[in-house]
């Protein structure tokens, strides 16, 4: 059972940064734009690529393809493994324009002095789970001392495990804490080389199989860990093309409102499901209590930002980023923000 286990998930390996990234050509300012480069995390378990959320449904629906057609613009999807740590690399390396991101890699990358800019959310309030050895007996945060966790470093799951830990007046130290990425963890919980993991719908999976416990996620929490997602841009594509910025937010806006239509679940688990190659039941109890018109939702509200905020002061808090910086001013002029509100007795 363990050899098929890590052969499954060995499928999640992160590939060396310049097997992946090396044969991108790199932004040419004031050059005639031919190609619009993005960058998402690959979350899927199969051969296929998939990063959940808005991506997968823009990619089936082909929207951003159609919108840019006409101006002989191509769009190049580019997977990641190696998630948030190796797309900043691609962003300070001029590799990428645009990137789906969870919020801590996001706002390591800011913090770290690679300019980008703020365009939209993509998600809010996405759970995460306790993943522990079966019998370990691990039962809350506070069985966790002393015991090896691992926990994927640079990534929005590190921050969802030191919110949650923070809730418990616990941290990082408390801990044996080992950084592996999100399929070295399933392997290494599944083959009992360590007491326990933090992460998403990968846990799930592995609980499905008998090979791991999930005692608590962070509903259970009140909230606390739950991650943000989000979309960022290359500021010096921003500042070269601001007029192609604001039509890949407007291009996107159909899959947005696919997705916060409820109506739409089982299709969206179905969609997920084949490609990211997990079991349709593990995203069906993943998402029964979750309405996707509250977690898809792209608008920067003033709710966001200020969870976004939070982000930012807990990851300097933890050492995470070296100084915090206000979320605020991190906005780029085309970022999605909340429609005006109309005032009542008109124009007077």
Known sequence: MNLSINRVFSLFATPALAAVIGWMPTLAQGAELKQIRIAVPDLSAGTQHSGGGITDVLQQQQLLEKAFAADGISIQWNYFKGAGPVINEAFANGQVDFAYLGDLAA???????VDTRLVAATARGVKHYLGVVP???????????GKRVAVFRGTATQLS?????ASQGLSEKDLKVINLDFSAAIAALAAR???????STGISALADRGLAELPLNTRDLGGAGNVQAVLVAAGAFVDAYPAVVEKFVAAQQPAVQWLTDDANKD??????????SYPPAILQRDLSQERLSAVFDSTLDPDFLARLQASVDLAAQQRLIRKPFKVDQWLAPQATRPAPVAQAGGQG
């Not at 706002?107 to 002095?113: D, E, L, M, R, S």
Request: net charge neutral; proline share 0%.
């Open 161 to 165: 495990f030191d919110a949650a830990l």
């Open 135 to 145: 019998g370990s007996g691990i039962k809350t945060l506070q069985d966790l001392k």
């Open 107 to 113: 706002i390591i990358g800011k913090a770290n002095g």
């Open 193 to 199: 080389q360590i007491d326990a993991t933090w992460g």
């Open 267 to 276: 299709a969206y688990i179905q969609l997920v499901s084949e490609r990211a």
